[in-house]
């Protein structure tokens, strides 16, 4: 398996565009994350999918980000409009399907953001 | 509001000697708890867990302890490799999926 995919890998955009990040996540996997690492925040999580339901929004930080998962194999997180403070690095992640302890998840490379 | 929180933002330590790692939490219903490992331009990576119903989980190098009445809990690795040069992240949840991750602690092992 490739692991989790993301794209773009790096991003660069002037405030107030439209920015939308993509993430496929591991075959067969049921979960799947947004976060965004920070300097002064580190990894915090975005939002979480169980079977393509959003189930916690409770870490998007405003109405400007929204995220989607149309089906298994696809999500997007989308900020729109980006701002300078949204520069990070966004990371997706899946894990398998039973939730529970001893679950582990499998993160992507990470898309950069940075929005002057 | 940090619910993990890891208080040391680096950390430096000679080839085979000991790195001592450092991680408190606040919520005292978490009950899993767990490391990752992250070099740069990647993502993190899961690198070894502990239940609360343990206080000691040992892989190879890597050994997390836990103490519960402190809500604190560690992770060792020995003897320290050039390799293990990475950022390090405590993560905690009470069960589900919601892990809250700490801030990290970046691990320089000099040679």
């Known amino acids: 398996d490739a692991g989790v995919i993301q794209s773009p890998r790096h991003e660069v955009t002037e405030m107030g565009q439209e920015v939308t990040l993509r993430c496929k996540p591991i075959?067969?996997?049921?979960?799947l994350f947004w976060y965004r690492q920070t300097m002064m925040r580190g990894l915090e999580l975005l939002i979480y999918f169980n079977n393509n339901v959003p189930i916690d929004d409770s870490g998007m930080p405003e109405d400007r980000f929204s995220a989607k998962m149309p089906n298994a194999s696809f999500s997007t997180l989308k900020i729109q409009p980006s701002e300078p403070r949204d520069s990070a690095v966004y990371f997706c992640?899946?894990?398998?399907?039973?939730?529970?302890?001893?679950?582990?998840?499998?993160f992507g490379p990470g898309t950069r953001l940075l929005v002057l | 509001d940090q619910q993990v929180k890891q208080n040391s933002p680096s950390l430096s330590v000679q080839e085979g000697r000991i790195s001592i790692l450092n991680c408190d939490y606040t919520n005292s219903m978490f009950d899993y708890f767990l490391w990752y490992k992250k070099y740069p331009a990647e993502g993190p990576t899961f690198l070894i867990s502990?239940?609360?119903?343990?206080d000691k989980n040992e892989d190879g190098r890597f050994t997390v302890f836990l103490n519960k009445s402190a809500k604190h809990l560690s992770l060792h690795i020995v003897p320290s490799q050039p390799g293990d040069s990475a950022v390090y992240f405590c993560?905690?949840?009470?069960?589900?999926?919601?892990?809250?991750f700490g801030p990290g602690t970046r691990l320089s092992v000099l040679p």
């Open positions: 993560a905690a949840n009470r069960g589900g999926q919601n892990f809250v």
């Open positions: 075959s067969g996997h049921d979960y």
């Open positions: 992640a899946s894990s398998p399907g039973v939730a529970g302890v001893g679950e582990t998840q499998y």
């Open positions: 502990i239940s609360s119903i343990k």
